[in-house]
């Protein structure tokens, strides 16, 4: 797997992504193309860029990642994946590969989620997270690396 920044090119791959129901049922409401375009436009302007696309071993784009820092001594680690790719094992091995470069750059890993992802909390246990607070309607784990 690789995960890679966002390019202008990858306008429909993302919006197959956010305007999926069943993968944004727990984020918000899917998005418009206008939506996703304001988003792709917002990202490739940032500085430090929060999200980046993510691509199986053949180099197909199955979603993205949610990777920036958090607060002063974490990083959020986060996925969307597109439903055609779910139960491949692509979650875990994304959240492998964030661990590994927040190991890297020498801080602890967070997980924000619903409480009603059943699958992200799973995936966040699996790591070792552990659950830490309700905030602002989100579970939030973390994972001491440091």
Known sequence: ????????????????TLSDPDVM??????????DTQALLDDVLES???????????????VGYVIFHQY????????????KSEWGKGYASKLTEM???????????????????????IHIAEKFGF????????CNVYRLKLV
């Open 1 to 16: 797997m690789k995960i890679r920044e966002f390019e202008k090119s990858d306008l429909n791959n993302l919006y197959g």
């Open 25 to 34: 049922t727990y984020i918000e409401d899917p998005y418009t193309v206008e």
């Open 47 to 61: 500085e430090e860029r929060s999200i980046h696309a993510a691509e199986d071993d053949n180099g197909n784009y």
């Open 71 to 82: 607060e002063d001594d974490s990083y959020e680690l986060g996925w969307l994946l597109n």
């Open 98 to 120: 964030m661990i590994e470069e927040t190991r890297k750059k020498g801080m602890n890993a967070v997980i924000e989620c619903a409480p009603e992802q059943a699958v992200t």
């Open 130 to 137: 552990k659950f830490d607070e309700v905030y602002d309607g």
